[in-house]
């Protein structure tokens, strides 16, 4: 049974906090053991990957934050870790300050066109002609 420390409890990456008046307020919850290591901007991994990882932290601060205040301490956190991890600064802040979070039910902007693919019909005797040939 998990009991709750001075109205606090983490549960998986979210630490969930009831305040005097009964409201519950949500954060970005790390473990003690968390070193806030990450890969380093002159590894091998292509930029991009960079930013992508940036991003999916902006995601989850965005979700699991529930005051504005909480949110912006998140992403000061993460600019530091990346900061300290020997990445640019001002690169991933001005991401930070261009970030949109999708809604649910947005469409990406990479979507591919319904008019992308199509169906090719099967014809039993082509497949065995074909097959015929191949063998020759």
């Known amino acids: 049974c998990l009991r709750l420390r001075r109205e606090r409890l983490p549960f998986l990456e979210v630490l969930i906090t009831r305040k005097d008046d009964g409201t519950i307020t949500t954060q970005v919850y790390r473990k003690p053991s968390n070193t806030n290591i990450i890969i380093g901007p002159n590894s091998c991994h292509d930029p991009c990957i960079h930013t992508a990882a940036f991003k999916g932290e902006l995601c989850r601060a965005y979700r699991i934050c529930s ?11 993460t600019l530091n870790v990346y900061e300290d991890n020997g990445h ?16 649910m039910g947005q469409k990406k902007q990479t979507e591919c066109p319904s008019n992308l693919f199509s169906v090719l019909p099967f014809h039993n005797d082509l497949t065995n002609s074909n097959n015929a040939n191949s063998a020759n």
């Open 67 to 77: 005051t504005e205040d909480q949110y912006k301490k998140e992403i000061n956190h």
């Open 88 to 103: 640019e600064r001002t690169k991933f802040k001005k991401i930070a300050n261009e970030y949109k979070p999708r809604t």
